[in-house]
């Protein structure tokens, strides 16, 4: 399993930016489908975006389409979340996932980071 470390959450104010990162240690993370997903104090965790093994396609919650964007970095490991426009109800931990190309569940998690939004 890959090992995923998250970085980059924090406190914004409504209509501002964060750029999560999630650095990926392992030999699964070129053939894996990354995903991230948050949740909220009370809720269940939820999907947010996907980006394919080789960054060819990407897909996003309703919630989040048009103002967050999901990219990959091969050379280093990495799968990034650019969030703007950013709303209180975006207020979560936000986690990364992998999902192996042989694998039909995500099955690898990061710790989450927390990001706040105030109004």
């Known amino acids: 399993q890959a090992q995923l470390v998250e970085s980059g959450g924090g406190l914004v104010q409504a209509g501002g930016s964060l750029r999560l990162s999630c650095a990926a240690s392992?030999?699964?993370?070129?053939?894996?489908?990354m995903g991230w997903f948050h949740q909220a104090p009370g809720k269940e965790r939820e999907f947010v975006a996907a980006i394919s093994w080789n960054g060819g396609t990407t897909s996003y919650a309703d919630s989040v389409k048009g103002r967050f964007t999901v990219s990959r970095d091969g050379a280093k490991n990495t799968v990034y979340l650019q969030m703007n426009s950013l709303k209180p109800e975006d207020t979560a931990v936000y986690y990364c996932?992998?999902?192996?190309?042989?694998?039909?569940?995500?099955?690898?998690w990061g710790q989450g980071t927390q990001v706040t939004v105030s109004s």
């Open positions: 392992g030999r699964t993370f070129r053939r894996s489908t």
């Open positions: 996932a992998a999902r192996p190309n042989y694998q039909a569940e995500f099955n690898s």
